[in-house]
């Protein structure tokens, strides 16, 4: 479920891009990257790629209490909601719409430098006052390997420890690093797999590893194996 | 002005990040960055750095009101507003509270690759929509050169031509091309000046290209110069 409502990227990043909603007697139709991934964004409502989304908070809120409530989305072993950066309205909205049927808890992806882990920090803040158990923080964009002559460069630098020290110093699970690998973004763009393409590589293993450990933490190893 | 209400970042990269905000009869007074730049920030008024500022739209909006009409700007030869991604409250509550007075126009800042170009794309729409002039496009995160072997790595791959394709389909000035460099993220860090500390850096010179291309656009030629 993609509440970034005015940036919405999932759908171009999972290869369903050009899908539209089917609306039925049973509610709207989720579209299906795979054949167990069902997925939910403002994009497959626009009339063209390029549209702005204007809205204010409010009509943010509307859609998203829309998305729990009017999508068929089937029996879930995991609905999985991505927000845009921030502690504004659609995290205080999917707080709030799930409050009843609980939340297991949240996932903080940082980069390793100070200034992406100053809005982290906030974002595990707003956990704690909300009451959502944080479940892990992954450190995204790190190392950065040359394809020509193997020396690793940290692009983003972690001058005060990045993911690592800021998941022990607020004492919360580690998920792992996922290194910089350009052809993660290029498997984005073109809305394909990169797990079925670069298996072996070693961002393809850390996020495997951030699976694994997410899925430990929710007490669903059968996930982590799969 | 840093409307980015949820995740401020601008006084840490500025090196202001333990300044308050002081109130006098003539209003609140900004922090000064250098003598020529004074800034403002919700981080000014926080209790700690790593407090959550949990807001919704309405909120920010009276913020930025207040930013706006309670604070000394003083005699500005420029007012510079950095907004967070997308095209909600903080865009449209800058764009309503500012339209009697004119903005000379938006400068757009993407990375290359097509998920980054796709949310610009909404904001150039929104732009035109709203009626302000795009002043350019600039591309930041462009190639990585290994600071070992000399080759260059696109990162973040630009799939459908980056920034500068974006530029020409959209018909707006294309500012330039900032490559990465791990340097900028520590001076940001550090709350450093980029520009003093590498002025002879590639990335140095891309970045007073664009500054240059902006002054050029805004009719403030003396600005390029200096």
Same mark, same amino acid.
């Given at each position: 479920?993609?509440?970034?409502?005015?940036?919405?990227?999932?759908?171009?990043?999972?290869?369903?891009?050009?899908?539209?909603?089917?609306?039925?007697?049973?509610?709207?139709?989720?579209?299906?990257?795979?054949?167990?991934?069902?997925?939910?964004?403002? %994009?497959?409502?626009?009339?063209?790629?390029?549209?702005?989304?204007?809205?204010?908070?409010?009509?943010?809120?509307?859609?998203?209490? %829309?998305?729990?409530?009017?999508?068929?989305?089937?029996?879930?072993?995991?609905?999985?909601?991505?927000?845009?950066?921030?502690?504004?309205?659609?995290?205080?909205?999917?707080?709030?719409?799930?409050?009843?049927?609980?939340?297991?808890?949240?996932?903080?992806?940082?980069?390793? %430098?100070?200034?992406?882990?100053?809005?982290?920090?906030?974002?595990?803040?707003?956990?704690?006052?909300?009451?959502?158990?944080?479940?892990?923080?992954?450190?995204?964009?790190?190392?950065?390997?040359?394809?020509?002559?193997?020396?690793?460069?940290?692009?983003?630098?972690?001058?005060?420890?990045?993911?690592?020290?800021?998941?022990?110093?607020?004492?919360?699970?580690?998920? @792992?690093?996922?290194?910089?690998?350009?052809?993660?973004?290029?498997?984005?763009?073109?809305?394909?797999?990169?797990?079925?393409?670069?298996?072996?590589?070693?961002?393809?293993?850390?996020?495997?590893?951030?699976v694994k450990?997410?899925a430990e933490?929710? @007490?669903l190893e059968r996930i982590g194996e799969?």
């Amino acid at each position: 479920m993609d509440t970034d409502i005015c940036g919405p990227s999932i759908p171009k990043m999972l290869g369903v891009e050009t899908e539209t909603i089917h609306v039925s007697a049973g509610g709207w139709s989720p579209a299906w990257a795979m054949d167990n991934l069902a997925v939910m964004s403002i %994009q497959f409502m626009l009339p063209g790629r390029d549209e702005a989304i204007i809205w204010r908070g409010a009509k943010k809120n509307g859609l998203i209490k %829309q998305f729990l409530k009017d999508v068929e989305w089937g029996d879930l072993d995991v609905l999985l909601v991505d927000t845009p950066p921030g502690t504004g309205d659609e995290h205080l909205s999917v707080n709030a719409f799930l409050k009843e049927s609980g939340i297991d808890g949240a996932v903080m992806v940082t980069t390793p %430098q100070e200034v992406a882990l100053l809005d982290v920090r906030k974002e595990i803040d707003f956990c704690r006052k909300a009451g959502i158990r944080v479940l892990g923080l992954v450190e995204n964009m790190s190392a950065f390997v040359c394809p020509k002559c193997d020396h690793a460069s940290e692009i983003f630098k972690a001058t005060t420890g990045g993911g690592r020290a800021l998941a022990a110093e607020m004492g919360i699970p580690f998920l @792992g690093s996922v290194p910089l690998d350009p052809r993660i973004g290029m498997a984005c763009d073109y809305g394909e797999s990169f797990f079925d393409s670069f298996p072996d590589s070693p961002a393809c293993t850390a996020l495997k590893g951030v699976v694994k450990g997410l899925a430990e933490q929710m @007490g669903l190893e059968r996930i982590g194996e799969e």
